[in-house]
């Protein structure tokens, strides 16, 4: 298992270029092929949310996070499977900071609707089945153990979905997770600002790099794929800060709405299933 600061360092050890501006980002706005294809496998050599969350301990209140949660949404019937896939990335998000609350009503709730979201895009059984033992740690009490469980069951899933030819499934799913999690974290830490604690959204690379990824979507996939790219370029902007230095309250407050505006344009259309 990797150094949980490993995340926090991603500006020097992730071999995305830099961007700055979304003309950049738009330059490479190919539509997805085998060579994203490649990148989408490459994601998966990224810290998991587990590990991050693990950076935060005893830096961001967990049972705080868990609160603003909100009550666990089913998806819509019909649902596209872009759809689907924003909802896969909430749960996935939301499922990791309950693990670390120790919330299992929370936990058992989300996974019911994360599991039945993962089959109807077509994930393998022994996935499904490792998802379910998930549930079966918590009963147990095993909270280490299901945290790592889950951390195996996000990335297999994932890698699951971009072998059946699923990449703009997994790119809505990183990408609305990530702002998922990002946001909320953001939220809190705005709410009882630390300036060492900001440190942790120090990731323009990883912001620019889902921008770009995002912006290779097919055109009606999601609401406005544009506008998602644009809050994370603003996160990579905002985010992007001396390695000794704060990030400023009031950019932790952008950083949050950000988060929210863009985690709203990567929703994927609701109704298009027969």
């Not at 050890?13 to 490649?38: C, H, N, W, Y």
């Not at 095993?142 to 790119?171: H, M, Q």
């Amino acid at each position: 298992m990797r150094n949980p600061i490993f995340y926090l360092a991603l500006t020097s050890s992730m071999a995305f270029s830099g961007i700055g501006m979304a003309e950049d980002v738009k330059k490479d706005s190919t539509p997805l092929d085998e060579a994203s294809r490649q990148t989408a496998q490459d994601r998966f050599n990224l810290p998991t949310p587990g590990e991050m969350l693990r950076a935060a301990d005893g830096k961001i209140d967990m049972k705080k996070l868990t609160a603003a949660l909100g009550e666990v949404s089913p998806v819509p019937p019909k649902s596209s499977d872009a759809a689907q896939a924003h909802q896969l990335g909430i749960c996935l998000a939301d499922g990791f900071i309950s693990l670390y609350a120790k919330d299992a009503v929370r936990v058992k709730a989300n996974g019911k609707i994360l599991l039945e979201i993962a089959t109807q895009l077509g994930a393998d059984e022994a996935i499904i089945a490792e998802g379910k033992n998930i549930g079966t740690l918590v009963n147990a009490g095993n909270w280490s153990e299901a945290s790592t469980a889950a951390d195996s069951f996000r990335t297999r899933l994932l890698k699951d979905l971009v072998r059946d030819g699923d990449v703009e499934i997994v790119t809505v799913a990183s990408a609305s997770g990530w702002l998922r999690g990002f946001g909320l974290a953001a939220n809190e830490i705005a709410q009882s600002y630390n300036g060492t604690t900001s440190r942790l959204f120090r990731q323009p690379e990883l912001a620019a790099h889902l921008a770009q990824m995002v912006l290779k979507l097919s055109p009606g996939t999601v609401e406005d794929s544009g506008k998602a790219a644009a809050a994370l370029l603003e996160i990579s902007k905002l985010t992007s800060v001396a390695q000794d230095a704060d990030i400023a309250k009031e950019s932790v407050e952008k950083i949050a709405l950000a988060a929210k505006e863009g985690l709203t344009a990567l929703a994927g259309k609701p109704v298009t299933k027969p």
